[in-house]
């Protein structure tokens, strides 16, 4: 027997904060309470038997919570994500969301697990230039290879290979994605979608194929780069799709609905619709597809004879004899006639395989023939290549020094960036052309392009450091922008002062101009074979350059170790160096230039600050020194010695 209590009404708030109803009711830690998850922006903590809630949480206008959240029964924290990448973790004492414990999961991996050796192989997706997130994934399986397919919230779908066998599970390895099919669903869709791989030429996508329109179920042919079928699914879908023999299932409107499907042979005529699917009448079917392997000494007539079933045989032992193609000569043979794409493709399988002693010279003959094609065919330039390439930590600039040439025709700037980072034989006009190339182009332009900013130091930070605006008198590490040689202290002097500290304290390039200068930096150089090339570079360049050395001087000044915050950031001693060459290249026309007045000024200052940093040092270090004399001669005292006198 069953029975149904009395209905409880909780607050109808939350329901009418979200535009599609609830995301959740998820169990807290305690009986009788839940937490109720909206499809906005709100969180909140409801005791039934109360009928009332016991707190709320909302992220900040703008922001939206993407999965309902889930209390931690061992902690009783509360734990959600919004924006689709965005870990809040909080408790009942947390009353805004923005101050708690924040973590974004920018990373993905995949994880393979061999079941007969036990072992489990991570690997790290990168995801190269696209900004988006993953919305989807599925993969497929053959005896080399995993094909990893992701359907990304740009709308694209991307490719992954990962090796079955790999060769070190005990490393983080790091796989690169490549562009599939591009725009299969709308990238502004809010809607679940959904991925899955049919066969090895065909996957079918769930999701609205452009903006504001209906869900469809697609049918593309990844071979061929082309869409075979489609069908509307007007009461719209779950966005979840599976697929289990001929047959696709899905939850269309209120119903589970199975579609079967059929999926021919891929070929160009197929992908192309040009197939003829009717037959004359009193005609005998022929298949569409002829195996011309075996009816080269046969007759199509007597597919089934003994004569072509021998042949087959003869033909399937002689490519069973056939030694396999290195992946190496392969992608060698494609680089110089195929396109991009089959490139890319060959070069994943290159990567993917098990790390050879020679493969440090295979990379080189690779981007040596990839950079012949792009001298040879100007419209070519296979982008993606060559960064996986330089990201293999084995090349050098001797080694393929046509690389950096072609990525400076093209301004490359993340290209250049790159093999600042990696390349130690880089020659100083190649660097010094790199540097002129960062400096000149425009800021609009910079901000569109993906470089790597771990470099960068927080720009932002100095201008709102309190101490600074308020006690511009402080001296740090020696250096005082107030001690201009005037020991006035009337309130111009200290305004003009407090004008220089904030002056000096905002970054005066955008923060991708800073990641790029930052890879200059810290390549490496010789002075005496740089100093002629710095010549040459325009004098408000040299100005900007100069500004943002000194910036970063003021923000060593700001530690007292003397670093820079951030993953590999320029060292002081770089930065002194490059402001010694700047100014000994280019003084004369400098100081020529109204704009770099003041910042010639207060390098003068930071130079005299230094000299007197140095000159109190080195008496502290004669200080103790002569303090250790003393130590070692009372420790010596009562000790028998003997001393020879050599008279001449």
């Known amino acids: 027997m069953a029975a149904l209590d009395e209905e409880i009404m909780l607050s109808t708030v939350v329901l009418g904060a979200g535009p599609d109803g609830l995301l959740g009711v998820e169990p807290t830690d ?11 922006r709100t969180v909140v903590h409801y005791k039934v038997s109360d009928q009332k809630p016991l707190g709320s949480w909302s992220v900040k206008q703008g922001q939206i919570i993407t999965c309902p959240a889930v209390c931690s029964f061992q902690t009783g924290e509360y734990i959600v994500v919004h924006d689709n990448k965005v870990l809040r973790i909080w408790n009942n004492e947390d009353v805004n969301l923005d101050k708690v414990f924040k973590a974004t999961h920018g990373n993905y991996f995949a994880y393979v697990q061999m079941l007969n050796s036990c072992t489990l192989s991570k690997y790290t997706l990168l995801l190269g230039e696209e900004k988006s ?12 290879f995993i094909y990893l397919m992701s359907l990304s919230s740009d709308g694209c779908i991307y490719e992954s290979l990962i090796p079955v066998y790999p060769s070190d599970t005990d490393k983080n390895q790091k796989v690169v994605r490549s562009l599939l099919l591009k725009t299969v669903v709308s990238g502004s869709s809010q809607k679940e979608v959904a991925l899955t791989v049919l066969d090895q030429n065909h996957v079918a996508v769930l999701g609205p194929p452009i903006p504001a329109s209906k869900e469809c179920l697609c049918i593309w042919n990844i071979k061929f780069q082309t869409l075979q079928t489609s069908k509307e699914l007007p009461q719209g879908t779950s966005g979840q ?21 059929k999926c021919e042979v891929s070929s160009l005529a197929g992908a192309l619709g040009k197939l003829k699917h ?65 490139i890319e493709l060959e070069l994943r399988k290159l990567l993917a395989v098990k790390q050879t002693p020679d493969l440090c010279t295979i ?26 390439l330089v990201q293999t930590h084995v090349l050098s600039y001797s080694l393929c020094p046509g690389l950096m040439e072609i990525a400076l025709e093209k301004a490359d700037v993340q290209m ?11 020659p100083e ?85 800073a990641a790029l200068l930052n890879a200059v930096l810290r390549s490496a150089y010789s002075d005496i074979f740089l100093l002629p090339y710095l010549k040459d570079i325009p004098a408000q360049h040299v100005t900007v350059f100069l500004q943002y050395l000194y910036f970063l001087y003021l923000k060593c000044s700001k530690n007292a170790s003397m670093t820079l915050p951030g993953i590999h950031p320029p060292t002081l001693s770089q930065i002194m160096d490059w402001i010694c060459l700047l100014l000994d290249a280019n003084f004369t026309v400098v100081v020529m230039i109204p704009e770099a007045k003041r910042l010639l000024m207060n390098l003068y200052k930071f130079v005299k600050s230094q000299i007197s940093v140095y000159s ?19 420790n010596n005292r009562g000790r028998y010695s003997i001393e020879v006198l050599e008279l001449f």
């Open 241 to 261: 799709l599976w697929y289990y023999g001929e047959s696709l299932f899905m939850l269309h409107g209120k119903y589970l609905t199975v579609i079967p499907y």
């Open 278 to 342: 009717s037959q004359d009448p009193g005609t005998h079917p022929i298949p569409h597809f002829v195996n011309w392997e075996t009816s080269q000494e046969c007759e199509l007539g007597s597919p089934n004879s003994e004569q072509s079933k021998r042949i087959l045989r003869r033909r399937k032992s002689e490519v069973s004899l056939k030694p396999e193609v290195p992946a190496s000569s392969q992608l060698l043979l494609a680089i110089k006639k195929d396109s991009e794409k089959h």
């Open 133 to 144: 997130i993953i919305k989807n994934f599925t993969a497929s399986v053959d005896r080399k």
């Open 616 to 634: 109190e040092l080195n008496k502290i270090e004669v200080s103790f020194r002569e303090l250790q004399k003393l130590n070692q001669e009372k």
């Open 30 to 40: 305690k009986a009788d309470q839940f937490l109720v998850t909206d499809s906005g």
């Open 363 to 388: 990379i080189g003959d690779v981007v040596a023939g990839l950079v012949a094609r792009c001298r040879e065919e100007p419209a070519f330039y296979p982008r993606n290549c060559l960064l996986q």
């Open 416 to 426: 250049l960036q790159l093999c600042l980072q990696q390349f130690p034989d880089i």
């Open 429 to 513: 006009s190649v660097t010094c052309t790199c540097l002129k190339v960062f400096l000149s182009i425009g800021d609009d332009d910079l901000r569109k392009i993906d470089v790597n900013m771990e470099s960068v130091v927080d720009c932002n930070d100095g201008v709102q450091d309190e101490k600074m605006e308020e006690q511009t008198g402080i001296v740090q590490n020696g250096f005082s922008p107030e001690a201009d040689g005037c020991h006035s202290c009337d309130s111009d002097s200290r305004e003009k002062a407090r004008g220089a500290v904030q002056e000096t304290s905002a970054c005066p390039v955008i923060a991708q101009r």
